[in-house]
């Protein structure tokens, strides 16, 4: 995430940059953050729908 961005920012900003669609709607996975080691910090989501194509995956 970058300064500032809450996960939900950082979700819809990666999945535009990363694939090139639009989040419309999306979901916290349970438990909503996975602590991997010190410092690092996966938030899981579950993405419902999206405006656009996936490119490159």
Known sequence: ??????????L???CTEGIGVTVTRW????PPVVRLGEGLELYTFVVDAWRGT???V
Request: without cysteine; aromatic residues 0%; hydrophobic residues 30%.
């Open 12 to 14: 819809a900003r990666e």
């Open 1 to 10: 995430m970058q300064p500032g961005e809450s996960p939900e920012q950082a």
């Open 27 to 30: 979901r916290a996975l349970d």
């Open 54 to 56: 996936p490119a490159g």
